[in-house]
């Protein structure tokens, strides 16, 4: 790789960094657009609660992440599956079942409906095909090995969330609905998808039997310095006949927006919670939970098991050990009354049946 290349790989590394630790304005109510919800701006759209996120001072942080993009991590045993193992595995289960394809990116099949989360299945969290932030571990299954999906949710517009590659190259675009926050519907629809569903917090669509309810989560959005927070960022209620499902795809913690979600909802059967690239606390605390917060939000929302989510598979992201958050999400799960079975940490490619424990109606 020549000199120029390695410089604009850092540049566009450091881009891609800055997009998802940007900053946030003082809020104002002047800034709400009329009688317009609290949380749509004149520009786009903000966190209300309001929370006001700022990037970190000084080069260091930016310097460190692309050190760690650079040397990254030794994978543990059993951290990830093979593709022939996951392959085995995914079709071994015919029910209700959900497969970790690695940081935010799952597959959830409930009433026959496949749902895939946050697509992110390719090398780059970047916007060039070669550059950093990049997955130290492969997706366990190629895109064109996927299953049929019927639907993708996105939660927000980062590139380790929304993957253009990935989001490209599906099969079957025609029969896939996609069900995007607002403002990315034309993310899709460029790329060749008709079915594209735009909403706002609060707001459902009822799809092959299976109702998605955007509600609100504590981040923002951006995929370069100048569109900062342009596009709306949400969590996933995902229900069917026999699941209430909440997918949240990254956010830092609200007393106020979880326990309304858990007052409104009453329990979830399942929660897949972000446990990862929660340090430095300065920086990360309103963006990105802890994993003693996820299991807080587990508890607010009033959640039977609790599925780790982005973690141990993107260098480069934060300053925790890559392999730290699920020994703090066990541990605190366990003190918070969590039973050892409720507390799922899977291995990138694994399937697992969730077709029991099935909430009262």
């Given at each position: 790789?020549?000199?120029?290349?390695?410089?604009?790989?850092?540049?566009?590394?450091?881009?891609?960094?800055?997009?998802?630790?940007?900053?946030?304005?003082?809020?104002?109510?002047?800034?709400?657009?009329?009688?317009?919800?609290?949380?749509?701006?004149?520009?786009?759209?903000?966190?209300?609660?309001?929370?006001?996120?700022?990037?970190?001072?000084?080069?260091?942080?930016?310097?460190?992440?692309?050190?760690?993009?650079?040397?990254?991590?030794?994978?543990?045993?059993?951290?990830?599956?093979?593709?022939?193992?996951?392959?085995?595995?995914?079709?071994?289960?015919?029910?209700?079942?959900?497969?970790?394809?690695?940081?935010?990116?799952?597959?959830?099949?409930?009433?026959?409906?496949?749902?895939?989360?946050?697509?992110?299945?390719?090398?780059?969290?970047?916007?060039?095909?070669?550059?950093?932030?990049?997955?130290?571990?492969?997706?366990?299954?190629?895109?064109?090995?996927?299953?049929?999906?019927?639907?993708?949710?996105?939660?927000?517009?980062?590139?380790?969330?929304?993957?253009?590659?990935?989001?490209?190259?599906?099969?079957?675009?025609?029969?896939?609905?996609?069900?995007?926050?607002?403002?990315?519907?034309?993310?899709?629809?460029?790329?060749?998808?008709?079915?594209?569903?735009?909403?706002?917090?609060?707001?459902?669509?009822?799809?092959?039997?299976?109702?998605l309810t955007a509600q609100p989560l504590v981040h923002d959005s951006a995929r370069s310095t100048s569109d900062h927070n342009e596009t709306l960022w949400a969590s996933w209620i995902i229900e069917s006949s026999q699941k209430r499902i909440i997918f949240i795809g990254d956010t830092g913690y609200s007393e106020t927006i979880f326990n309304d979600i858990g007052d409104k909802y009453g329990s979830f059967d399942y929660a897949i919670l972000p446990i990862g690239a929660y340090e430095p606390r300065e920086l990360m605390w309103m963006s990105?939970?802890?994993?003693?917060?996820?299991?807080?939000?587990?508890?607010?929302?009033?959640?039977?098991?609790?599925?780790?989510?982005?973690?141990?598979?993107?260098?480069?992201?934060?300053?925790?050990?890559?392999?730290?958050?699920?020994?703090?999400?066990?541990?605190?799960?366990?003190?918070?009354?969590?039973?050892?079975?409720?507390?799922?940490?899977?291995?990138?490619?694994?399937?697992?049946?969730?077709?029991?424990?099935?909430?009262?109606?």
């Amino acid at each position: 790789m020549g000199y120029t290349k390695i410089v604009v790989g850092i540049i566009a590394a450091l881009a891609t960094l800055f997009a998802c630790t940007s900053t946030s304005s003082e809020y104002s109510e002047k800034t709400v657009m009329g009688n317009k919800p609290k949380h749509h701006t004149t520009t786009g759209y903000q966190n209300h609660p309001f929370v006001e996120t700022a990037a970190p001072k000084g080069a260091f942080f930016y310097i460190r992440r692309f050190w760690g993009s650079v040397f990254v991590p030794d994978t543990p045993d059993g951290h990830a599956l093979s593709e022939l193992e996951s392959m085995q595995l995914l079709n071994s289960i015919e029910s209700d079942r959900v497969t970790w394809l690695g940081h935010a990116s799952f597959l959830l099949k409930t009433s026959d409906v496949t749902i895939l989360t946050d697509p992110f299945l390719s090398e780059f969290a970047s916007p060039v095909s070669w550059a950093d932030p990049r997955r130290f571990v492969d997706s366990p299954i190629p895109i064109n090995k996927l299953p049929s999906i019927d639907i993708v949710i996105v939660s927000h517009n980062h590139y380790d969330h929304l993957d253009d590659k990935t989001v490209s190259n599906l099969k079957n675009k025609d029969n896939i609905h996609v069900v995007v926050p607002l403002g990315l519907r034309s993310f899709f629809t460029e790329r060749g998808y008709s079915k594209v569903t735009e909403l706002d917090w609060g707001q459902s669509v009822s799809i092959e039997g299976v109702e998605l309810t955007a509600q609100p989560l504590v981040h923002d959005s951006a995929r370069s310095t100048s569109d900062h927070n342009e596009t709306l960022w949400a969590s996933w209620i995902i229900e069917s006949s026999q699941k209430r499902i909440i997918f949240i795809g990254d956010t830092g913690y609200s007393e106020t927006i979880f326990n309304d979600i858990g007052d409104k909802y009453g329990s979830f059967d399942y929660a897949i919670l972000p446990i990862g690239a929660y340090e430095p606390r300065e920086l990360m605390w309103m963006s990105h939970t802890t994993p003693e917060e996820a299991v807080l939000i587990g508890s607010d929302i009033h959640a039977n098991t609790l599925i780790a989510s982005h973690w141990g598979t993107v260098s480069s992201l934060s300053d925790e050990s890559p392999f730290e958050p699920p020994k703090r999400f066990r541990t605190e799960g366990l003190k918070k009354g969590f039973s050892e079975q409720s507390l799922w940490v899977m291995k990138i490619g694994e399937t697992r049946d969730i077709s029991k424990n099935v909430l009262p109606q």
